[in-house]
Structures are given as C-alpha cells and as structure tokens.
C-alpha cells in the first residue's frame, strides 16, 4: 500500500511555490482508519501538511511525567492534562502537543477533540525539536489564540513563556529559569517550580 509522504519539520526541500494538495481533519482521521497512518507514523497535520514528529528521549519524557503529575495535582478540579492528544485548532491543523492544560469540560468533548476555546495552556518539551517549537508552533497557538504557551528548552535549561497572541506571534516572551517559579495566567495558584519541570 502507497504511503503518504512525511515532511520533516526540520526544512522543506520543497520551493513554497511548488502546488500542494493540503489534506484536512476528516481525510487525516480517515488516513487512520483505513491503517495509511499508523500510531508509530507520529506525524500530526499542520496547515494540511503531515508533519514527523521528534522521537522522545528520556529526558523528554521524564519532563512531561514530571509537568503531568506538578499540574494533575496543582490544578486539581480545575482543569484536565491531556498528554500528547490531538487539539483542533482547524479544518486543517491537528497538532498533538506535549501537554494540554484544559478546561475539566465542554460541549467540544463530545464530538471533536479539544478547541481552542479550552485550552488553558500548551507545552511543548523541545530537545532537537527547539526551531520548530519556539517558531512554527509558537506562531501557529498565537494566530489560534492560545492564550499561553511554554517550551521547556531542555539543552538550554529554561523554559520559554509566551504570553498574549495575536496574529503576527506573542507580544510577550520570556525565559524561566531554575530558581523561579511559574504560575498560568489562566490557572492562578498554580505553582511550578521551573527546576522541578527540567529534573
């Protein structure tokens, strides 16, 4: 069975006028069904393209244990932690971040992953993936108006904070650093020591 092809998010050898058929969500899920996309493909769709996701390192993954479990218990009731699940920001673009702070529940639920409209806050954990998540990524949640956005830069030990979307990117950026402690715009009383997301 023919494979579609994968871009890497690291370039695209391709010339931006080269004519492209973009998929949407509909056939992207449908890919699945029919097993054209597997589980281990780790491709999610950016603005109708099927981008390859970074392979986890251990560090990555003890960085999100780590997030979900600080947030799970810091937020309690107040909100849910989807790890590493679908968010439908378009007919076109599903990403599937890190983690996902979200509201404990919406009508969206039912029929579609979570919206925009829920998200409370986006992580991304980036060890080779750094370029793409603090450029492509951080622009796309800020045209979509995600409210915050964070990168846990793991070689550089900070976490990137980005704050106030709008269309051109987020007004506000900024660097955490082991010793502070962050709290979400959106969840106050939730306190992350930055030290304990880069353990």
């Excluded at 491709?43 to 780590?66: F, K, Q, R, W």
């Amino acid at each position: 069975m023919d494979r579609p092809a994968i871009h890497s998010a690291k370039d695209d050898p391709l010339p931006h006028w080269v004519p492209r058929r973009r998929i949407d969500v509909h056939e992207y899920l449908r890919m699945g069904e029919a097993g054209i996309l597997r589980r281990e493909d780790k491709v999610e769709l950016i603005d109708g393209e099927l981008i390859a996701m970074s392979p986890a390192g251990v560090p990555h993954i003890n960085s999100i244990n780590a997030l979900n479990r600080m947030i799970v218990l810091g937020a309690g009731d107040r909100a849910l932690v989807s790890v590493q699940n679908p968010l439908r920001l378009s007919d076109y673009t599903e990403p599937e971040p890190d983690i996902a702070v979200i509201r404990p529940s919406s009508p969206n639920y039912k029929t579609t992953p979570p919206q925009a409209e829920d998200v409370f806050l986006l992580i991304e954990v980036a060890g080779s993936s750094l370029r793409y998540d603090v450029g492509v990524k951080a622009g796309l949640y800020a045209r979509h108006g995600i409210p915050e956005y964070w990168v846990v830069d793991l070689e550089a030990r900070v976490v990137l904070v980005h704050r106030e979307p709008t269309q051109l990117g987020y007004a506000r950026a900024c660097e955490a650093k082991p010793g502070e402690m962050l709290e979400p715009a959106l969840l106050p009383g939730l306190r992350l020591a930055v030290a304990d997301i880069l353990a």
